[in-house]
């Protein structure tokens, strides 16, 4: 999942590859806002396809 993250985590100034930083809120914070973009994608293509229920994100 993280390399599924990789780009949205870097438009945040994050490198899945480099995740040693001392600022552990930072991360979480990009972390959390990376997820949540990533869902609504999956919830946008799902509306698109006139899914109701939430499909897997693969």
Partial sequence: ???E?????????????NLD???VETLQ???DRAVERRNMACSLRSAKHGRWRRP???
Avoid: T, Y
């Fill in 56 to 58: 897997r994100c693969d």
């Fill in 1 to 3: 999942m993280m390399q």
């Fill in 21 to 23: 930083v001392e600022d």
């Fill in 5 to 17: 993250l990789a780009p949205l985590l870097a438009e945040e100034g994050s490198d899945v590859d």
């Fill in 29 to 31: 914070a990009a972390l």
